[in-house]
C-alpha cells in the first residue's frame, strides 16, 4: 500500500484528502440552501446539482475500499469518478424534477412568497379593471403555466423590458408596465374600444365572420363589403389623418381598432391602397392625384395591388427592368411584375419602372399609377404550395400611361419605394391575426390529450405557447412605438425590420404550434372543405381544416417584402451601426 500511495499522483491524493476533510460534507447543505433560496428556477437546478455531488461522495467514501475491484480506481481517479457518477444521477433525475417542478418549489415557504418588483406586475386577462382599481402588491400566478416556468418567462419577459398575461384559454392578454412605464389604456380609450366593439357586432356580417374564424376562403364582395361598411362610418382609413379625410387616430386608437377588427373575425382590410401607396400620394403626390385616388381608396372604389417584384428582383430590388419609355405625354410600359398579391381582384397597380439606364440603378427609377384595365395587361395566376392562387404574375405590353400618373420626379422613385415599404413592413407584423391565432393555439391545445391530460398542462408544450405569447406582447408595443412615429411626421425607418422579421417569425411560429398540437390529424390538406357552402366529407375535426393550408401558406412570410436575413442587414447597419 505504501508503494502504491508513493506511486499515485500528488493532485490525486491531494483529490482524495479534501474528500476526506470535514468541511467538504457542507457540499450537500449548500444544495439545500439554493433549493429553499426563492425566485429563480435556476437554484432549482443548482440545488439539484449540488445535492447529486453529495451523495456521489457518500458513495465514493462507501465503496474506496481498496478489498473492492473498483476500489484501486476510485482511490486513484477520485474526481472523475465523481463528476461521472453527479452527471448520471442528474440524468436520471431530470424527468422525474421537469415532472414535479411545482410541488418541489412549494414545499419551501421561502419559495412560494412572491417577490414583487414594481415592473414584474402581472395582470390576468378579464381582470385589468380589476387590477387597475386596487394595485396588487402579489403578482397572480397565471394559470396554465407552472410556478417554474411564470418565473422563466417572466425573467426572460424582463430582459426586453416587457411584462404579459399567459392564459389556458383566454387570450385578451394586457400589457400593465413596462420599465416602469404605465401602459393601461385610458378611461377615453376605453370608451372608444367599447364603440367599436359595439359596431362591430352590430354590422359585422354573420356569414363573413364565420368564413374568417373558421380559415374559409374569402371573396372580394366579402371583402369590399366590410370595407364600405367602415366607410360609411368613416373607419375604413384608420390610419390617415383629418385632412385627406381619415378619422385622425392617434397610435392607441389605431391599435384598439385593429385588434377590435381581427378579434372579432372582420376580414383585414387591404393595404396596398390603404397602408401603402395612400401614404406616397399623400407625401409626395400632386394635388390633382390626391383629389382623384385618395377618395376613390376611402370608400373601396379602388382596389390596388403592388408591382415591385420581378424575375431576379426581389430582395435585390434596384436591379428591376421593367422599362417605361416616355413619349410625348405617356410612358409605354414593357416587362414583367411577378408576386403580386390578389392582382385578379385589382383596379389599380403602383408599379416601379426603369425610366433611366446612364445611372446608378437606385438613381433611374419611377414610380407609376396604372390602371389594370389598360391594353396590354395580362394577368396571370401562381399556384402557391397550399394550392391557392393568391399571386399572380403581371405583363405589361406596350401599356400607356399618362405622365401626370406618375407620383413625384422622374427617376426619383427609389425614395418613394424606401417610403412605402416602411408602411409596409410595419403592417406585415399581423399584430391582429397572431392574437386570434393565439387563442386558437390555446383552445386547441386545451381539447388536445396528451398522456392522459390536455396538452395545455404539457411542461414542454405549454413553454413554447408562453414564449410566442411574450414575443407577440413585445412586438405589439413596439409596433405601437413605431405608429406614434408615423403620427408625428417621422417617416418609418429601420425600425420597421425589426417588425417585419419578427411578425413574420410569429406567425410561422404560431402555425406551426398548431399543426404540431393536432399531430397527425391536421395533415390531410382539403381545400374544397376552405369554400363556402362546401357540405362534403370532412377528415378530421373541424378546427384541423384551415391548420395545414395556414402553415404552407404562412412559409411565405418570412420572405416577401424583403426576405427576412435582408431585413437583418438593414437592422445591423442602420441601428447597431455594423
Not at 115 to 136: I, K, S, T
Not at 234 to 263: L, M, R, V, Y
Not at 540 to 549: F, I, K, M, N, S
Request: charged share 20%; hydrophobic share 40%.
Amino acid at each position: 500500500m505504501g508503494n502504491q500511495q508513493a506511486n499515485q499522483p500528488i493532485q490525486e491524493r491531494q483529490a482524495a484528502g479534501w474528500l476526506d476533510a470535514p468541511w467538504f460534507w457542507f457540499v450537500p447543505l449548500a444544495g439545500g440552501v439554493a433549493l429553499a433560496v426563492p425566485h429563480t428556477g435556476f437554484n432549482l437546478g443548482l440545488g439539484v446539482t449540488l445535492g447529486n455531488l453529495g451523495l456521489a461522495m457518500a458513495i465514493h467514501r462507501a465503496i474506496r475500499h481498496p478489498y473492492y475491484p473498483v476500489g484501486r480506481v476510485l482511490e486513484s481517479r477520485p474526481l472523475a469518478f465523481l463528476g461521472a457518477l453527479s452527471y448520471s444521477l442528474y440524468l436520471w433525475q431530470q424527468p422525474f424534477v421537469n415532472r414535479h417542478a411545482d410541488s418541489i418549489i412549494n414545499t419551501f415557504p421561502i419559495q412560494r412568497r412572491a417577490r414583487v418588483r414594481r415592473r414584474d406586475r402581472l395582470v390576468l386577462p378579464g381582470r385589468a379593471a380589476d387590477a387597475r382599481a386596487a394595485r396588487p402588491a402579489v403578482r397572480p400566478q397565471a394559470p396554465g403555466l407552472t410556478p417554474l416556468a411564470a418565473q422563466q418567462h417572466l425573467h426572460r419577459a424582463n430582459d426586453r423590458s416587457v411584462v404579459f398575461s399567459h392564459s389556458a384559454v383566454c387570450t385578451d392578454p394586457k400589457p400593465v408596465y413596462v420599465s416602469g412605464m404605465d401602459l393601461n389604456y385610458t378611461a377615453d380609450e376605453q370608451r372608444f374600444r367599447t364603440e367599436v366593439r359595439s359596431f362591430i357586432d352590430a354590422n359585422l356580417p354573420a356569414e363573413i365572420r364565420d368564413k374568417v374564424l373558421g380559415g374559409k376562403h374569402l371573396t372580394r364582395d366579402d371583402f369590399l363589403r366590410w370595407h364600405r361598411t367602415l366607410a360609411q362610418k368613416g373607419w375604413s382609413t384608420p390610419n390617415w389623418p383629418k385632412e385627406f379625410g381619415g378619422p385622425g387616430w392617434n397610435a392607441a386608437q389605431q391599435h384598439i381598432f385593429d385588434d377590435e377588427c381581427a378579434d372579432a373575425g372582420a376580414p383585414a382590410l387591404m393595404p396596398f391602397g390603404i397602408r401603402m401607396v395612400a401614404p406616397v400620394i399623400m407625401a409626395f403626390g400632386n394635388r390633382a392625384q390626391q383629389d382623384r385616388f385618395l377618395p376613390r381608396i376611402r370608400s373601396g372604389d379602388h382596389w390596388w395591388c403592388q408591382g415591385y417584384s420581378e424575375p431576379g428582383s426581389g430582395s435585390d430590388l434596384a436591379s428591376l427592368r421593367m422599362r417605361a419609355e416616355r413619349r410625348g405625354d405617356v410612358y409605354v410600359c414593357n416587362g414583367q411584375k411577378t408576386w403580386t398579391t390578389l392582382a385578379q381582384y385589382a383596379d389599380w397597380i403602383f408599379c416601379l419602372v426603369r425610366t433611366a439606364t446612364d445611372r446608378r440603378p437606385q438613381q433611374g427609377i419611377s414610380f407609376l399609377l396604372i390602371d389594370m384595365k389598360s391594353p396590354g395587361v395580362t394577368v396571370r395566376p401562381i399556384v402557391t404550395l397550399d394550392g391557392a392562387a393568391e399571386v399572380n404574375e403581371v405583363w405589361f405590353e406596350d401599356v400607356e400611361v399618362p405622365v401626370d400618373h406618375r407620383v413625384g420626379e422622374e427617376n426619383q422613385g427609389w425614395t418613394y419605394a424606401k417610403y412605402l415599404l416602411g408602411h409596409e413592413r410595419t403592417g406585415n407584423a399581423g399584430i391582429g391575426n397572431c392574437k386570434r391565432w393565439l387563442k386558437a393555439l390555446k383552445r386547441i391545445a386545451q381539447a388536445e390529450q396528451s398522456g392522459g391530460r390536455p396538452l395545455i398542462d404539457d411542461p414542454r408544450f405549454r413553454d413554447r405557447i408562453a414564449q410566442v405569447e411574450i414575443e407577440l406582447m413585445a412586438l405589439e408595443i413596439t409596433t405601437m412605438r413605431v405608429i406614434a412615429m408615423e403620427l408625428a411626421n417621422q417617416k418609418p425607418g429601420p425600425e420597421a425590420s425589426i417588425l417585419k422579421v419578427q411578425g413574420s417569425e410569429i406567425q410561422q411560429t404560431l402555425t406551426e404550434l398548431m399543426m404540431l398540437a393536432l399531430g397527425p390529424r391536421a395533415l390531410p390538406y382539403q381545400p374544397a372543405a376552405l369554400d363556402a357552402g362546401y357540405a362534403g366529407p370532412i377528415s378530421g375535426p373541424d378546427r384541423a381544416v384551415p391548420l395545414t393550408g395556414r402553415y404552407l401558406n404562412h412559409r411565405k412570410a418570412s420572405i416577401y417584402a424583403g426576405s427576412n436575413e435582408i431585413q437583418r442587414n438593414i437592422i445591423s447597419k442602420h441601428i447597431l451601426g455594423l
